[in-house]
Protein backbone atom coordinates (compact mmCIF):
# COMPACT_ATOMS: atom_id res chain seq x y z
CA UNK A 1 0.00 0.00 0.00
CA UNK A 2 1.45 3.59 -1.31
CA UNK A 3 0.27 7.02 -0.79
CA UNK A 4 2.56 7.97 -3.76
CA UNK A 5 3.61 5.98 -7.11
CA UNK A 6 6.64 5.89 -8.66
CA UNK A 7 6.59 7.78 -12.23
CA UNK A 8 8.92 7.01 -15.22
CA UNK A 9 11.37 10.21 -15.85
CA UNK A 10 10.61 9.97 -19.36
CA UNK A 11 6.73 10.79 -18.47
CA UNK A 12 5.86 14.57 -18.72
CA UNK A 13 3.29 13.98 -15.38
CA UNK A 14 6.52 12.56 -13.46
CA UNK A 15 8.80 16.03 -14.33
CA UNK A 16 5.49 18.47 -13.29
CA UNK A 17 4.63 16.05 -10.34
CA UNK A 18 5.44 17.37 -7.13
CA UNK A 19 6.75 14.07 -5.99
CA UNK A 20 9.78 12.61 -7.27
CA UNK A 21 12.47 9.50 -7.59
CA UNK A 22 16.06 9.55 -7.96
CA UNK A 23 17.79 6.55 -8.36
CA UNK A 24 21.02 5.57 -6.49
CA UNK A 25 22.66 2.53 -6.64
CA UNK A 26 20.06 -0.25 -6.19
CA UNK A 27 17.62 1.98 -3.89
CA UNK A 28 15.22 4.56 -4.67
CA UNK A 29 14.87 8.35 -2.83
CA UNK A 30 11.52 8.60 -2.31
CA UNK A 31 10.60 12.58 -1.79
CA UNK A 32 8.44 15.58 -2.77
CA UNK A 33 9.99 18.54 -4.02
CA UNK A 34 9.69 20.96 -1.16
CA UNK A 35 11.75 18.36 1.11
CA UNK A 36 14.26 17.62 -1.04
CA UNK A 37 14.99 21.93 -1.46
CA UNK A 38 15.23 21.52 2.29
CA UNK A 39 18.68 19.95 2.72
CA UNK A 40 20.44 16.96 3.49
CA UNK A 41 18.27 13.79 5.05
CA UNK A 42 21.11 12.72 6.59
CA UNK A 43 22.17 15.94 8.21
CA UNK A 44 22.21 14.61 12.03
CA UNK A 45 24.24 15.74 14.76
CA UNK A 46 26.23 13.59 16.44
CA UNK A 47 24.54 14.56 19.53
CA UNK A 48 21.42 13.38 18.36
CA UNK A 49 22.62 10.28 17.06
CA UNK A 50 24.47 9.38 19.99
CA UNK A 51 21.39 10.15 22.66
CA UNK A 52 19.31 8.05 20.52
CA UNK A 53 21.79 5.03 20.80
CA UNK A 54 21.82 5.57 24.21
CA UNK A 55 18.15 5.48 24.94
CA UNK A 56 17.37 2.49 23.04
CA UNK A 57 17.95 -0.95 23.93
CA UNK A 58 15.02 -3.06 22.36
CA UNK A 59 15.82 -2.98 18.05
CA UNK A 60 14.06 -4.71 15.77
CA UNK A 61 16.00 -5.04 12.43
CA UNK A 62 13.49 -5.51 9.76
CA UNK A 63 14.81 -6.90 6.78
CA UNK A 64 17.05 -9.27 8.92
CA UNK A 65 19.34 -11.63 6.79
CA UNK A 66 20.54 -15.48 8.07
CA UNK A 67 23.10 -14.50 5.58
CA UNK A 68 26.49 -13.69 6.94
CA UNK A 69 27.52 -11.90 3.47
CA UNK A 70 24.80 -9.26 4.28
CA UNK A 71 25.03 -5.71 5.69
CA UNK A 72 22.33 -6.43 7.63
CA UNK A 73 23.95 -9.53 9.39
CA UNK A 74 26.57 -7.46 10.37
CA UNK A 75 25.09 -4.90 11.33
CA UNK A 76 22.92 -7.22 13.89
CA UNK A 77 25.85 -8.90 14.69
CA UNK A 78 27.66 -5.06 16.17
CA UNK A 79 24.67 -4.33 18.21
CA UNK A 80 24.22 -7.36 19.55
CA UNK A 81 27.86 -7.22 20.82
CA UNK A 82 27.13 -3.67 22.12
CA UNK A 83 24.59 -5.22 24.72
CA UNK A 84 21.53 -4.42 22.37
CA UNK A 85 18.48 -6.60 22.45
CA UNK A 86 18.48 -7.21 18.49
CA UNK A 87 15.11 -8.74 17.16
CA UNK A 88 15.32 -9.72 13.44
CA UNK A 89 12.07 -9.24 10.92
CA UNK A 90 11.61 -11.38 7.84
CA UNK A 91 8.58 -13.05 6.98
CA UNK A 92 10.39 -15.60 5.29
CA UNK A 93 12.45 -16.78 8.34
CA UNK A 94 9.85 -16.10 10.80
CA UNK A 95 10.23 -18.89 14.09
CA UNK A 96 13.91 -19.49 12.88
CA UNK A 97 17.00 -18.16 14.70
CA UNK A 98 19.38 -15.54 13.28
CA UNK A 99 22.50 -15.23 15.41
CA UNK A 100 20.72 -16.77 18.12
CA UNK A 101 17.79 -14.33 17.89
CA UNK A 102 13.90 -15.78 17.22
CA UNK A 103 12.89 -14.02 14.00
CA UNK A 104 9.50 -12.63 13.47
CA UNK A 105 7.70 -12.55 10.53
CA UNK A 106 6.50 -8.75 11.28
CA UNK A 107 6.66 -6.11 14.01
CA UNK A 108 2.84 -6.42 15.06
CA UNK A 109 4.31 -10.08 16.02
CA UNK A 110 6.92 -8.81 18.41
CA UNK A 111 6.08 -9.21 21.87
CA UNK A 112 8.74 -6.97 23.87
CA UNK A 113 8.38 -3.24 23.45
CA UNK A 114 10.23 -2.18 20.57
CA UNK A 115 12.43 1.12 21.31
CA UNK A 116 13.75 1.53 17.57
CA UNK A 117 13.12 0.31 13.70
CA UNK A 118 16.03 -0.45 11.94
CA UNK A 119 15.12 -0.79 8.35
CA UNK A 120 16.70 -2.65 6.42
CA UNK A 121 14.13 -2.53 3.02
CA UNK A 122 13.76 -0.14 0.13
CA UNK A 123 12.67 3.57 0.17
CA UNK A 124 9.60 2.34 -1.03
CA UNK A 125 8.74 0.09 1.76
CA UNK A 126 9.49 2.54 4.42
CA UNK A 127 6.39 3.83 4.77
CA UNK A 128 4.61 0.60 5.34
CA UNK A 129 7.66 -0.13 7.70
CA UNK A 130 7.25 3.54 9.47
CA UNK A 131 3.02 3.06 9.54
CA UNK A 132 4.02 -0.13 11.63
CA UNK A 133 6.37 1.23 13.82
CA UNK A 134 3.74 3.75 14.93
CA UNK A 135 1.02 0.86 15.97
CA UNK A 136 3.47 -0.68 17.77
CA UNK A 137 4.96 2.04 19.82
CA UNK A 138 8.16 2.17 18.87
CA UNK A 139 10.17 5.69 19.91
CA UNK A 140 12.81 5.83 16.32
CA UNK A 141 12.71 4.98 12.95
CA UNK A 142 16.26 4.54 11.79
CA UNK A 143 16.59 4.06 8.20
CA UNK A 144 19.82 2.43 6.89
CA UNK A 145 22.20 3.91 4.14
CA UNK A 146 20.86 4.70 0.72
CA UNK A 147 16.76 4.55 2.53
CA UNK A 148 15.71 7.98 2.13
CA UNK A 149 11.69 8.47 2.37
CA UNK A 150 11.05 11.36 3.31
CA UNK A 151 6.90 10.74 3.40
CA UNK A 152 7.41 7.99 6.38
CA UNK A 153 10.31 10.28 8.07
CA UNK A 154 7.07 13.06 8.06
CA UNK A 155 4.70 10.55 9.15
CA UNK A 156 6.55 9.42 12.17
CA UNK A 157 7.63 12.57 13.23
CA UNK A 158 3.92 13.71 13.14
CA UNK A 159 3.66 10.73 15.31
CA UNK A 160 6.08 12.06 17.96
CA UNK A 161 8.83 9.61 16.98
CA UNK A 162 12.13 10.22 16.00
CA UNK A 163 13.81 9.50 12.23
CA UNK A 164 17.33 9.05 11.20
CA UNK A 165 17.79 8.47 7.19
CA UNK A 166 20.42 7.52 5.69
CA UNK A 167 22.76 6.23 8.47
CA UNK A 168 23.87 3.21 9.60
CA UNK A 169 24.26 2.50 13.33
CA UNK A 170 27.29 0.19 13.19
CA UNK A 171 28.89 3.34 11.55
CA UNK A 172 27.75 5.28 14.27
CA UNK A 173 29.15 3.04 16.66
CA UNK A 174 32.11 3.33 15.35
CA UNK A 175 32.45 7.14 15.59
CA UNK A 176 35.07 9.18 18.07
CA UNK A 177 31.64 10.30 19.76
CA UNK A 178 30.68 7.29 21.40
CA UNK A 179 31.85 6.76 24.31
CA UNK A 180 29.68 2.80 24.90
CA UNK A 181 26.44 3.16 26.70
CA UNK A 182 25.50 3.37 30.42
CA UNK A 183 23.17 0.44 31.55
Given at each position: ?25 Q??I????Q????G ?13 L ?8 V?A ?11 M ?11 PVN ?10 Q ?8 I ?10 R ?6 G ?5 I ?8 M ?6 H ?33
Amino acid sequence: RSLFRIRRKTNLAWRQSSRRSYKRGQRRIIMDEQSSQNGAADAYSDEYLKQILMDVNVIALVGASPRSDRDSYRVMQVLLEHGYTVIPVNPREAGNQILGQRCYADLASIEPAVDMVDIFRSSEAAFGVTEEAIAIGAKVVWMQLEIINHQAAALAAAAGIKVVMNRCPKIELENPYWTGRVD
